[in-house]
């Protein structure tokens, strides 16, 4: 997991995304946070936005450790799409959160051979 800081102010007072990486299957969440919200709020957004989806994890791994890269990889292309909708549609980056989310884990994955999605759900 890890942040992307230093987006404007959306409608909804979000300037952050939190990226949570699936080491596994590669799948990505980009949840829209303040970057000054309370150490207490972020558990509770974790367990109501991720938890509730998959259960509770076997292991989390922060920004530093052991990223091999791989969270990196999701920052840079995520941004590059919330830059390609602010671009084109000239709105609020928050509101094509989930179109970014569809996208990136629509795509096909070399390292596990198959749609994001796929792996998710077939």
């Given at each position: ?75 840079h292309i995520s941004e590059d799409m ?22 990136y884990n629509n795509n096909f994955q ?13």
């Amino acid at each position: 997991m890890n942040f992307v800081v230093g987006l404007p102010l959306s409608p909804n007072n979000r300037n952050a995304i939190w990226v949570i990486v699936d080491r596994l299957t590669k799948s990505a969440h980009f949840l829209a946070i303040r970057i000054n919200w309370s150490l207490p709020k972020l558990p509770k957004v974790y367990i109501h936005k991720i938890v509730r989806l998959h259960g509770v994890l076997a292991s989390i791994i922060s920004n530093e450790i052991l990223s091999d890269g791989q969270l990196e990889r999701v920052i840079h292309i995520s941004e590059d799409m919330l830059r390609v909708c602010a671009i084109n549609f000239e709105s609020s980056w928050e509101h094509y959160l989930p179109l970014v989310k569809f996208a990136y884990n629509n795509n096909f994955q070399y390292s596990i051979q198959m749609v994001l999605y796929e792996a998710l759900y077939a």
